[in-house]
């Protein structure tokens, strides 16, 4: 926000078609889009503008004013630092493998996922944001103040990571429709909070329950007062985990505004749109939540196999649970060039969902032999593990480096892309960098 004000002549493009593009193009242009990346108010806007809004009323959300569009100050969002912008409107982000390489993922590194708009930034007020503990099957509805839960409930620290269902997804053929995700999409900081369980507990949990379900501040794309961006839930056996958080900080600090401040749920270890940003409700549910992108193909996949491009009925679909074995090679990053006779030390990280990774293995000859990985135990439950090891080339020339992690039942990630799906979850292909080595 801190930019040069400009005058109201700067808010009329000087070519309007290329104007256009810059402010419509699902493609990043180098241009500011701080006013609306850091959810300003319209206030805010206009004093960046140096000048009111009058037809403000008709703005679409998410537009970026001309004014700013002709800047070319890179894309900037609050809190985040080299992140590979996917969408902007809503923002979708994701991280390179190589800013991934810390054993606890840092707030600025943490990929965001949005399905809507969310909660403007200014009008978002720790100090009286609630959250309504509620549902069919809650026997005692109570709101809390942020402060409440914390004096009422003990506080709990886990590392947990959190992966995007559609990470992967721009591996599919034919494309799935959606986020052309990468590698990027998941991420593992700490988060503090109290557990879900302690509080439903202390709202009566009726025996029917069977799910729950979130609610969060942020509101449909189209700007629909009456519709929901994303309001998804877990099986109770999964809410009632330890593990399993109302989240106020990350690595010690606030959530960042766009992963969720000032209050998000995390369940780790599950696709992580069941981890519920700018939380205001949780509902204790008598049958399978049903809130928006429950129903399939939401966050599904067909129950058997299909062949690539097939169409898949509504029943079929089965919901994404814990989520597979994967692994993520971040040092050294892809492309780089090694010297020959000199060992190289590779590292990365492994996960799988509900499960711990048992083995991780690396090939510097495209899967031919592979080596066992040294593998550290996870800190906590659900938190990825740390991998390291060191290869050698045997003459000049183009290699590539793949890991592949195997769960504790034995399951494997696959060395090619996975079952192909309508909307391209869950693929866990072994991960590759290039390294050039002369
Ligand atoms: N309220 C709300 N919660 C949400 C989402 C959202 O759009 N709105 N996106 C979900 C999805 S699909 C994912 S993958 C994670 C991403 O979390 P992050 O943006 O903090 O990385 O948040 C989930 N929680
Ligand atoms: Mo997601």
Redesign the pocket.
């Given at each position: 926000m801190r930019r040069q004000t400009k005058g109201l002549h700067a808010l009329y493009a000087k070519d309007p078609v290329d104007a256009d593009r810059k402010l419509w193009g699902r493609q990043v242009d180098p241009v500011s889009r701080r006013g609306f990346l850091t959810g300003s108010s319209l206030l805010a806007m206009s004093a960046v503008l140096g000048a009111s809004i009058p037809f403000a009323r008709f703005m679409p959300g998410g537009l970026i004013p001309a004014a700013l569009a002709q800047s070319d100050e890179a894309f900037e969002i609050e809190g985040k630092e080299g992140l590979r912008v996917l969408n902007d409107r809503?923002i979708n982000a994701e991280t390179p493998a190589h800013l991934l390489d810390d054993d606890i993922t840092p707030a600025r590194y943490?990929?965001?996922?949005?399905?809507?708009l969310?909660p403007e930034r200014a009008e978002i007020d720790p100090a009286t944001w609630t959250l309504e503990i509620t549902g069919e099957s809650c026997q005692n509805p109570t709101t809390f103040t942020i402060a409440e839960l914390k004096e009422r409930f003990s506080e709990h620290t886990y590392q947990l990571q959190?992966?995007?269902?559609?990470n992967g997804r721009s591996e599919y053929v034919p494309a799935a429709s959606g986020n052309q995700w990468t590698t990027g999409?998941v991420?593992c900081p700490t988060f503090t909070g109290v557990r879900l369980r302690d509080v439903l507990e202390a709202c009566g949990i009726a025996d029917d329950a069977v799910y729950i379900g979130?609610?969060?501040?942020?509101r449909h794309a189209s700007g629909a007062a009456d519709k929901e961006?994303?309001s998804?839930g877990v099986p109770m056996e999964k809410a009632l985990e330890d593990e399993s958080l109302i989240a106020w900080a990350m690595n010690g600090e606030d959530i960042?505004y766009?992963?969720?401040y000032p209050l998000?749920?995390v369940c780790g270890g599950w696709?992580?749109?069941?981890?519920?940003?700018?939380?205001k409700q949780i509902a204790v549910r008598n049958q399978k939540h049903d809130g928006a992108?429950m129903a399939p193909p939401s966050?599904s996949v067909p129950a058997n196999p299909v062949a690539p491009g097939t169409e898949v009925a509504k029943e079929d679909f089965v919901t994404i649970q814990s989520m597979p074995v994967k692994s993520l090679i971040t040092y050294p990053r892809s492309g780089i060039e090694h010297a020959q006779g000199q060992p190289m030390e590779v590292r990365g990280h492994a996960w799988a969902g509900d499960l711990s990774v048992s083995e991780v293995h690396t090939s510097i000859d495209f899967g031919a032999t592979w080596q066992k990985a040294s593998l550290n135990d996870a800190p906590n439950r659900l938190a990825w593990q740390r991998f390291t090891t060191q290869v050698e080339f045997p003459e000049p020339g183009y290699y590539e480096v793949w890991a592949r992690a195997v769960d504790e039942n034995g399951q494997s990630q696959p060395m090619v892309v996975p079952g192909w799906n309508p909307k391209g979850y869950l693929n866990n292909a072994c991960h590759r960098i290039a390294v050039q080595v002369g």
């Open positions: 809503p943490m990929f965001v996922r949005n399905n809507g969310p959190v992966e995007c269902g559609g999409a991420a979130y609610y969060g501040a942020d961006a994303i998804r960042p766009q992963n969720g998000r749920l696709p992580g749109s069941v981890s519920g940003k700018w939380l992108k966050y």
